[in-house]
């Protein structure tokens, strides 16, 4: 722009100094307009600079708001909770900020933190009437928040959020005006497909599917990997990755490893190298209502839940 804006200059300077030189003085007139557009278009390259200048700097505000991962399996059981808090735990040691949103009726999440499975400050009254979420701090852990669930409130939450108007877009509009505050946003999803976890998947930029080593879990896989598709198509373009979790997982079982193995042929690089070994820590420190670092910071639990941390750090 600025290149044509000299060419503009230079040539249109030319023409004047020729024409007032050597022909008609009127001409000076016509000559002297075409200088002043020259003079504008300066300008307007200007502002066009300021204005990229600002796309830019609102690019680069978005981009330093948190990542938002739904952890999900529409099977129960596989080690969602476990994973939601333990991935949320070892990035806050990780030094992030990091808010968990335990959306599961069930309101594991909430007592895996020590909290009461049912309680008055909870995620419905804000999924009920779009008020600001309920955000409490985890143990005094500074930069892990969590939003609870409750087992009495949301027990009939899917039914009474079926008849609302755009009702898959309630979580998201919950999550975007405390996204700035943090690095990354972990929803705990229940075991399903319905419109809960529709509504995680909504506000989502990854997806985290956690999967046992199972028999049937290749199967199941289709329906989660074809929802997300349509979720991202229909409804949240940005929503462009996900990665599969192998939980539960022990070397010792033939079965496990053929397993892994026909996961890691059908979702090559989406599946996360780390696999979390079956540890019984893992189950102890939800038991204690604590994450597994704060139980046993040594044990196999917290060391592949650390890699997995590291992994999902680099992912763009
Ligand atoms: N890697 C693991 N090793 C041993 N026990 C585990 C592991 N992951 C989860 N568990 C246990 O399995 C049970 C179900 O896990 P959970 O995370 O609640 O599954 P989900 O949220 O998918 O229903 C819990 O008792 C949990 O402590
Ligand atoms: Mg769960």
Redesign the pocket.
């Known amino acids: 722009m600025y290149l044509y804006t000299f060419v503009y200059v230079y040539f249109y300077t030319f023409i004047y100094v020729y024409f007032r030189i050597f022909i008609f003085s009127y001409m000076y007139t016509f000559v002297f307009l075409y200088f002043h557009i020259c003079i504008l278009s300066y300008f307007y390259t200007k502002i066009y600079l300021y204005f990229h200048t600002f796309v830019l700097s609102l690019r680069q505000i978005l981009e330093s708001m948190a990542k938002v991962i739904s952890v999900l399996?529409h099977k129960?059981?596989?080690?969602?909770?476990?994973?939601t808090a333990n991935v949320a735990a070892g990035l806050n040691k990780l030094k992030k900020k990091v808010l968990m949103i335990d959306i599961d009726p069930q309101a594991?999440l909430t007592v895996h933190f020590g909290f009461p499975q049912e309680s008055e400050v909870n995620i419905y009254h804000s999924l009920i009437h779009q008020s600001a979420m309920p955000i409490l701090n985890v143990g005094e852990v500074k930069g892990l928040d969590i939003v609870k669930s409750s087992t009495d409130d949301m027990a009939d939450i899917e039914l009474q959020l079926a008849g609302v108007y755009g009702r898959e877009f309630i979580l998201k509009d919950l999550v975007n005006p405390i996204k700035q505050n943090y690095d990354y946003v972990l929803i705990d999803c229940p075991?399903s497909l319905g419109i809960l976890p529709l509504n995680a998947l909504s506000c989502s930029d990854l997806a985290l599917i956690?999967i046992e080593p199972a028999k049937f879990s290749l199967d199941g896989m289709k329906k989660i990997t074809t929802a997300m598709e349509k979720v991202q198509c229909r409804i949240n373009p940005n929503l462009t990755d996900y990665r599969v979790l192998i939980?539960?997982y022990n070397s010792n079982k033939v079965i496990h490893k053929d397993v892994e193995e026909g996961i890691r042929e059908r979702f090559k690089n989406k599946v996360l190298q780390t696999v979390?070994?079956?540890?019984?820590s893992?189950?102890e420190a939800?038991m204690k209502g604590v994450d597994v670092y704060r139980f046993n910071s040594k044990c196999n639990?917290a060391k592949d839940y650390m890699n997995v941390c590291k992994e999902l750090k680099k992912i763009k």
């Open positions: 399996n129960g059981g596989v080690g969602k909770t476990t994973t594991n075991p956690v939980t539960r979390i070994r079956s540890n019984v893992l189950e939800a639990g």
